[in-house]
């Protein structure tokens, strides 16, 4: 299944790398989100990827001049989420689609399923819970921030 622009988006419950369960439906009628899927934690363009949101959120969020909620995913465990989050001082959840192995990224048509990890697909939902701009790359491919910029403008 793919989720596409206008689709609803699917609901899903994911611990953060601290164990708290974090519930996407929790935004509705508060907060857009920004569902960010990438591969692996610790890896080189992951890393790259995640710091550049992690340098360039207030700009972004500004930018858009809405509410915009960072939720980054992907099947590492909470254990590794948390290492890795407390190394880089990521300031948005880290949840991990751990078990079952990669369900939310597969609701979301974003698994490679030869590959066992998440391709790079984000998607930005709206605080009706409707998907209103998603791009997907695939593992060795880096993601433009200045995409990002464009499509929270749009919101």
Same mark, same amino acid.
């Given at each position: 299944?793919? %989720?596409? #622009? ?9 611990? &953060? =790398?601290? +164990?708290?369960?974090?519930? !996407? ?47 980054? %995913?992907? #099947? ?9 989050? &407390? =190394?880089? +001082?990521?300031?948005?959840? !880290? ?29 930005i939902i709206d605080t009706e819970g ?5 791009v997907v790359n695939a593992i060795p ?15």
């Amino acid at each position: 299944m793919s %989720v596409n #622009v206008g689709d609803a988006a699917p609901d899903f419950e994911l611990k &953060d =790398q601290h +164990g708290a369960p974090v519930k !996407l439906s929790d935004f509705r009628g508060s907060r857009n989100v920004m569902l960010v899927f990438y591969p692996l934690a610790f890896s080189g363009v992951c890393t790259g990827e995640l710091c550049a949101l992690r340098d360039e959120l207030s700009g972004l969020v500004a930018g858009a001049g809405a509410d915009v909620q960072v939720l980054a %995913v992907s #099947v590492d465990s909470m254990f590794a989420l948390r290492a890795w989050s &407390d =190394q880089e +001082g990521f300031s948005f959840p !880290l949840l991990a689609d751990f078990w079952p192995h990669g369900g939310t990224a597969q609701r979301y048509g974003v698994f490679d399923e030869a590959k066992g990890v998440a391709l790079r697909g984000t998607f930005i939902i709206d605080t009706e819970g409707v998907v209103r701009w998603k791009v997907v790359n695939a593992i060795p491919d880096a993601r433009d921030i200045d995409e990002y910029r464009k499509a929270l403008a749009g919101l």
